[in-house]
Nanobody, 127 residues
Framework: VQLQASGGGLVQPGGSLRLSCATS?????????IAWFRQARGKEREGVSC????????FYTDSVRGRFTTSRDNAKNTVYLQMNSLKPEDTAVYFC????????????????????WGQGTQVTVSS
């Protein structure tokens, strides 16, 4: 499985960006897990959102809930992260990741579970 993240850039506080994660190679099945992570300079990688199609649930880290939304276009094998009301503290490199089999609940926000990673895209929120 290959993952390609894109859509990052420079945006002012309060602005919006939409990140895309295109998947290719072996298809990810119904129980597959897709997640977005981010890593700010000098900080550990943080889970932003994760979901499985089979579970029908999406989990978000507390700091982005209500501002970020994850969606999936199965026909295009692409996952999106819509980021609204961006704050300077959202500045980070954003990664998408995948796993073939789901894990329970919010544990999907833990990076240790993921087998496949995209290369990351920089998001900078600054005036």
């Amino acid at each position: 499985v290959q993952l390609q993240a894109s859509g990052g850039g420079l945006v002012q506080p309060g602005g919006s960006l939409r990140l895309s994660c295109a998947t290719s190679g072996s298809s990810l099945g119904y129980s597959s897990l897709i997640a977005w992570f981010r890593q700010a300079r000098g900080k550990e990688r943080e889970g932003v959102s994760c979901f499985t199609r089979s579970a029908g649930s999406t989990f978000y880290t507390d700091s982005v809930r209500g501002r970020f939304t994850t969606s999936r276009d199965n026909a295009k094998n692409t996952v999106y992260l819509q980021m609204n009301s961006l704050k300077p503290e959202d500045t980070a490199v954003y990664f998408c990741a995948a796993r073939s089999v789901r894990v329970p609940g919010r544990s999907c926000l833990n990076s240790v579970f993921y087998d496949y990673w995209g290369q990351g895209t920089q998001v900078t929120v600054s005036s």
